[in-house]
């Protein structure tokens, strides 16, 4: 199963200042700010979601396909991807941007200066699917995962005209969009993905109740945190899929679209959805135990051993049988 992964594709640059943003801030000066803070940690993390997902399936053995805007900073970021099994040919380099930047400075009270910078993905509207479907001789699956707002209505409209199945997957995108546009990239979707607290904006936003996102949906997918998962179709039970056991908690950033990795995984493998919640909930505990989205590796033994741990023997027969982790 070919499954392009559409999405931003970004780098996280985080910094800790020593010291209260407050006591540099003078109250009667605030027109004229020029500050500079002397920073002490300089963390640089990949990211971006496509990137994110990408990397996870890669990590379980697959070969993605990313489809995204990048500068021609990307070099570096690219090796790291392709080394983890991601097929980067159909990313777009922009002559002019550089590859979207999240910047951020955090504060001795946690308190955060945050710029996000753009930058190549607005390019991402230029892309378009057809010579990418044309290259692989086919997809089988687009995912539609938070991007250039007027990139992912235009991927979800090509896919929709192509007959391609495609996955929805607005999450932090659905606070900008307006609900016009949420019902287009919601509407005939194959899989909906989002967590507890986007699945109520969703039917907010839409004007659509969770019976009728049913009906315009396959499957509604909604990950519940600490709780795992809930997997709903028309007219049949809702699945309930237990989170697998944490060792530890260092950072979230990243859990959901590893989460959305491992269940694409499984879907790739034609397994069940049960199967493919599972492989969802153990790739996002390994996100979970780590700071940043890809800073995590899978070995192969160690993920069958904990599959079974959390899930039993056979389930881990199961999706053993397909998963090929980058270390033995
Ligand atoms: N404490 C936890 N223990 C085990 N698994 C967890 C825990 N928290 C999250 N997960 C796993 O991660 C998945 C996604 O979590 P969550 O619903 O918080 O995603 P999210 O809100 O989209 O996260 P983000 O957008 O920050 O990446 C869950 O379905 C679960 O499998
Ligand atoms: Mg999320």
Known sequence: MRIAVTGSIATDHLMTFPGRF?????????????????????????????????FGMGS??????????????????RSWLERHGVDCDSVHTSEVHHTAR????????????????????????????????????????????????????????????????????????????????????????????????????????????GEEILERVGVRVTTLGPKGVVIDRRGEPSLHVSPAPENGKADPTGVGDAFRAGFLAGLAWELPLERCGQLGNLTATHVLERVGGQEYELGQRAFVERFAAAYGTEAAEEAGRFVRCHHA
């Open 22 to 54: 407050g006591d540099q801030l003078i109250a009667d000066q605030l027109d004229r700010v020029s500050l500079s803070f002397l920073v002490d940690d300089l963390q640089v993390r990949r990211g971006g979601c496509a990137a994110n997902i990408a």
């Open 102 to 209: 999240f910047l951020c400075t955090t504060d001795d009270d946690h308190n955060q200066i945050a710029s996000f910078y753009t930058g190549a993905m607005a390019e991402a509207r230029l892309i378009e699917l057809g010579p990418i479907a044309e290259r692989l001789g086919g997809l089988d699956l687009v995912l539609v995962s938070p991007n250039d707002p007027d990139a992912m209505l235009r991927h979800t409209d090509e896919a929709r005209d192509r007959g391609i199945p495609f996955a929805a997957d607005p999450s932090q995108q659905l606070a900008r969009m307006p609900g016009e546009d949420i019902r287009k990239l919601v509407d005939g979707a194959a899989y909906l993905f989002g967590n507890d607290y986007e699945r109520g904006l969703i039917e907010q936003k839409t004007g659509w109740s």
């Open 60 to 77: 379980l053995g697959l070969r993605p396909v990313l489809v995204g805007a990048v500068g021609t900073d990307f070099a570096d970021y």
